[in-house]
């Protein structure tokens, strides 16, 4: 039966996991990965839940012990912290170990510090470990604000006074982008996909999701607009949408069975790139798929990691694209084919490839990265080689990244409060700024004169290439997740929403331990899935196979069971006068 875990955007750690994104934390050890063995009991399903939430919130590890013997575990663990901990069976009197049996851990953190772990199982003469590949996991993801409070903005961007705000409420928004013509501004939320007119607070139309999904389910799904602004696509839930500027109907829609990282269409609307995010395991997993713009499927690409990012030239014509763990390596393609024109060398030791971007012309692409080997790399397309890379300060990560439409210039922002912007021609940065919080979002004007950027103390800033000091900043409701300026230089766009990478160390904000007088209590998970219309089959072990189903009227199920009846009945008679037949 094939699990489907519930989806965040919140990155985990270097592990390829359903649903889950990765990255690697620093102070995270090292593992070494153990020799398989015929006689290795199984762990399956191993994850935290819920994925994130509140500090003082009782979080319950979990994870399924089976063995093909049915032999009971000689110990069964997990590493949190640094410790190895006992695990309790949820049912103390399940001892079905051949068909599976649950072990869980719970804790109540006290600050927002990260919490690493893995499982370890042992029945004497195997054991085998779940949730780590060379690096423990990361969760629960944990927020001191309540998050409720989120919302899309646009800026003039002279003034950086606000011409309007639209408030999204506990939906996160995941992107916004302007169309090139500065006519429209799309924007995908946690449950919506909204199209505005750049200068109007009304949308002119919003498509929901007739599925029950929760906040944080997805990672990231993206949107994204053609130059004219009449053609928009988007990923929310499982499903890949193409969108007019006229209607809120869908042109046409694919159900990709899987979540994704981003979507990018061409400029000239001939062509759409998704990354897709899933297990390695899944047959239909860590794929790069190219669409025409009738939905037909060009080709399909499959790495050994999740396709973090994907973005194409104004044609269509070159695809630059990024991967994460184990793969983590930079990749270009083109239109005409699946293989790929570029396969980098692992940009990185342990950890994703975060993002990409190319030029309209697919001559200059950009990556970024964890910076152990360089954190930014130029590549140049046709000659396939880096022209220069660029390591942050502290080897921060970066995680947002923007390419001007020429290629000439690049702008980045990493968690450590640094910002910058670089030529073509050097990894020397023209000019590099410096802010108290980490840096989660990033634009570059179309002519490579000013960089916007946002963070988590709600700030979003509008810098110079001429100055050091921003030209405005303005407090926003939550944390700024997107960001993006007009072609025209007049407005600046930005959403809010979940940091994407919250759990990594906030120099800017040290946790603080609270005293918990009130310990909260989710509702246990399988409250949460039985409450959930979209899942057909639960089993023991609180996973379940997700599909979108469509609940049906009562008058609707009477006249089917009615029909089935009359079937039934008439099969009798049918068979009854046949061997009446065959007796006379």
Same mark, same amino acid.
Request: with cysteine.
């Given at each position: ?34 020799? =398989? ?20 919130? =009782? +979080? ?7 063995? @093909? ?8 663990? &997990? ?10 069976? =949820? ?5 079905? +170990? ?59 961007? @002279? ?12 939906? %996160? ?31 002119? %139309? ?18 994204? &607009? ?22 809120? @109907? ?27 995010? !899933? ?75 975060? !993002? ?8 200059? !692409? ?21 022209? %220069? ?30 910002? +910058? ?57 939550? +944390? ?17 929403? !979940? ?15 609270? @005293?918990?007088?009130?310990? &909260? ?34 008058? =609707? ?28």
């Amino acid at each position: 039966m094939k699990i489907f875990i519930v989806i965040t955007i919140i990155s985990l750690i270097c592990f390829p996991t359903v649903g889950l994104t990765e990255d690697k934390a620093s102070g995270s050890q090292i593992f070494s990965k153990l020799p =398989e063995t015929p006689d290795d009991p199984i762990l399956e399903y191993g994850h935290v839940y819920p994925f994130w939430g509140a500090t003082c919130t =009782e +979080y319950t590890y979990s994870v399924v012990y089976k063995d @093909k013997e049915g032999r009971s575990p000689e110990y069964m663990r &997990i590493y949190f912290n640094g410790d190895w901990i006992d695990m309790e069976k =949820e049912n103390s009197e399940d001892n079905d +170990y051949k068909n599976g049996v649950k072990y869980i851990y719970q804790y109540v953190p006290k600050t927002t510090e990260s919490n690493f772990y893995f499982f370890e199982a042992s029945n004497s003469k195997g054991k085998v470990r779940e949730s780590i590949i060379d690096s423990p996991d990361n969760g629960p993801v944990l927020f001191t604000s309540s998050l409720k409070n989120n919302e899309i903005v646009v800026l003039e961007q @002279k003034t950086g006074k606000f011409l309007w705000r639209f408030s999204t409420d506990e939906e %996160w928004v995941s992107k916004v982008v302007i169309s090139r013509n500065n006519k429209y501004l799309a924007a995908k939320t946690s449950k919506h996909i909204y199209l505005f007119k750049i200068n109007e607070k009304e949308p002119l %139309w919003k498509f929901t999701l007739n599925a029950n999904i929760m906040i944080g389910d997805d990672v990231d799904g993206g949107i994204d &607009i053609s130059a004219d602004g009449k053609k928009i696509v988007a990923m929310i839930g499982s499903g890949l949408y193409l969108f007019s500027n006229t209607s809120e @109907k869908p042109l046409w829609q694919h159900d990709l069975d899987s979540s994704t990282y981003g979507v990018s269409i061409s400029q000239d609307g001939s062509t759409i790139a998704v990354a897709i995010a !899933a297990s390695e395991n899944e047959e239909k997993s860590n794929l790069l798929i190219l669409f025409d713009e009738k939905g037909n499927e060009l080709w399909s690409y499959q790495s050994s990691g999740n396709f973090h990012s994907a973005d194409l030239s104004w044609d269509g014509s070159v695809i630059a694209a990024a991967t994460g763990c184990p793969d983590r390596r930079a990749y270009i393609f083109l239109r005409e084919s699946k293989e790929p024109f570029l396969r980098s060398d692992m940009l990185t030791r342990d950890s994703p490839v975060h !993002a990409s971007a190319i030029s309209d012309d697919g001559k200059i !692409a950009v990556f970024g990265a964890e910076s152990d080997a360089g954190a930014i790399h130029l590549l140049n397309q046709e000659t396939q080689n880096f022209l %220069w890379k660029f390591s942050t300060p502290k080897n921060r990560s970066v995680r947002s990244l923007a390419i001007t439409p020429n290629g000439q210039y690049i702008g980045a922002g990493t968690f450590g409060g640094d910002a +910058y912007i670089f030529s073509q021609e050097s990894n020397t940065p023209l000019q590099h700024y410096k802010v108290q919080e980490r840096l989660g979002a990033t634009d570059i004007s179309d002519n490579g004169s000013l960089l916007a950027v946002g963070g988590s103390n709600n700030n979003l800033y509008l810098f110079s290439k001429e100055n050091t000091n921003p030209l405005w900043q303005v407090l926003l409701n939550e +944390y700024i997740n997107t960001i993006d300026i007009s072609s025209d230089n007049k407005y600046v766009a930005a959403g809010t929403g !979940a940091s994407i990478y919250f759990f990594e160390s906030d120099e800017f904000n040290p946790p603080q331990a609270q @005293k918990c007088e009130q310990i &909260i209590k989710p509702p246990s998970e399988k409250e949460m899935e039985n409450n959930d219309t979209m899942f057909d089959e639960v089993d023991d072990f609180g996973m379940k196979d997700r599909k979108e189903i469509k609940k049906l009227p009562l008058i =609707e199920i009477l006249i089917i069971g009615i029909g089935v009846l009359l079937v039934i009945v008439l099969i009798i008679f049918w068979r009854k006068k046949n061997e009446n037949n065959k007796k006379t």
